[in-house]
């Protein structure tokens, strides 16, 4: 039996009868100090430390335990059943240490990721090494932190299945996004589906690594707005979340006549506004006026202004009118009154028009209290 372990034996049995801080203390140094030296440990002086730490987990305060995961967290030769205890500590001060630095196997680390909270997972992402196995279960969480942490940690190897699982979630986090691309495994076709959400900085660096070609750009962003339209579906009639969705095609020069006929013909009548006004850099409510103004007279002008060519102007009166309550069938006048006006204005006019309005917008307001009189 190793001397050293033999005298210290009695003082720690000694130690774990006790009950105060200062001897929970003292007992978790020496267990510390046991596996740090690496002492060579026979069958039956393995068996009594397990009685000694199984007492010392189990009835000892959060700091003490604490203490035992930080100095155990790089020992070599501790028992798998108490880094595994440690790990698994309702405390997330107490696993942080183990589960960053301790010798634990990869079924180890998923049953934590699995059965624990966001701090836990947090500490695993924060590994030096982390396999694809341990990173599919923490992108699995679906916690946006613990899976940027993954995707800035060039420790983690990501398989393309959680890559896609990191791409799609980035199209709403910025932080993730980021570390994104420095991922090695990030590919072209991962890198154009992920492009249109990027700040423009960031679009650049992905230019500059791929040189992604004009036309799968163009492609990528028909798909963005799809994927982005879908996802506010239900906020359609919300002022505010429209307003951002407008935001977000402003910063990517994506307000075109041909996305607002998009907007409109998947029922965005709210967000079809917000994007007029912002082209027109008139009022929302006036714009509202305009668009719902009977025979188009008004929305002519917007269109004209936006050189927006006669086929889509059309389009955008006929879609607009189904905004309008009980609106099923345009009345063919209208349509008629419509296109009359979009030909009896050009673009220039148009323009000095529009900038009359900003001037005195009192004919607008006044038809707006007409309209909710």
Same mark, same amino acid.
């Given at each position: 039996?190793?001397?050293?372990? %033999?005298? +210290? ?8 009868? @006790?009950?105060?801080? &200062? ?31 199984? &007492?010392? *987990? ?7 335990? /604490? ?8 020992? @070599? ?32 680390? *998923? ?19 982390? %396999? ?44 993730? /996004?980021?570390?994104?691309?420095? +991922? ?8 154009? /589906? ?30 963005? *707005? ?12 919300? %002022? ?6 407008? @935001?977000?095609? &402003? ?9 607002? *006929?998009?907007?409109? +013909? ?33 929305? %002519? ?19 607009? +009118? ?52």
């Amino acid at each position: 039996m190793n001397v050293t372990i %033999s005298q +210290r034996l009695p003082e720690m049995f000694s130690l774990a009868r @006790e009950r105060s801080e &200062e001897s929970r203390v003292r007992l978790a140094n020496i267990l510390a100090d046991v596996f740090l030296e690496n002492s060579q440990l026979n069958e039956r002086e393995q068996l009594l430390l397990n009685e000694i730490i199984d &007492e010392l *987990i189990g009835n000892t305060t959060t700091q003490v335990r /604490q203490l035992l995961a930080h100095r155990l967290a790089k020992a @070599e030769n501790v028992p798998h059943r108490v880094l595994l205890s440690l790990a698994c500590d309702s405390e997330a001060a107490v696993a942080i240490p183990i589960l960053k630095n301790a010798l634990l196997k990869d079924d180890d680390l *998923i049953y934590v990721v699995e059965a624990h909270g966001h701090d836990h997972a947090l500490a695993v992402a924060e590994r030096a090494l982390i %396999s694809e196995a341990v990173v599919d279960a923490l992108v699995a969480t679906g916690d946006l932190d613990v899976m940027t942490t993954v995707a800035e940690n060039l420790g983690a190897k990501i398989s393309p299945r959680a890559m896609h699982v990191l791409i799609e979630a980035a199209r709403f986090g910025n932080k993730l /996004q980021e570390g994104l691309l420095l +991922r090695p495994e990030l590919t072209l076709d991962m890198g154009v /589906q992920l492009y249109w959400w990027l700040e423009s900085e960031m679009r650049r660096a992905m230019i500059k690594r791929f040189g992604i070609p004009s036309g799968q750009v163009e492609e990528a962003l028909e798909q963005s *707005i799809n994927d982005l339209l879908t996802n506010v579906e239900a906020d359609r009639n919300d %002022s505010m979340a429209m307003l951002k969705v407008a @935001e977000w095609f &402003e910063a990517r020069g994506a307000i075109t006549s041909k996305v607002m *006929i998009h907007c409109l +013909r998947m029922g965005f009548f709210k967000l079809f506004d917000i994007l007029l006004a912002k082209k027109t850099t008139l009022d929302i409510p006036m714009v509202e006026t305009m668009v719902a103004e009977d025979g188009g007279r008004p929305l %002519s002008v917007l269109c004209r202004a936006m050189d927006v060519d006669k086929p889509s102007f059309v389009s955008i009166f006929l879609l607009s +009118r189904g905004a309008r309550p009980g609106e099923q069938i345009v009345n063919p006048r209208e349509l008629s009154q419509a296109i009359s006006a979009y030909d009896r204005v050009d673009a220039p006019t148009a323009r000095k028009i529009i900038d009359s309005w900003k001037k005195n917008p009192n004919f607008i307001l006044d038809r707006l209290k007409q309209v909710l009189q």
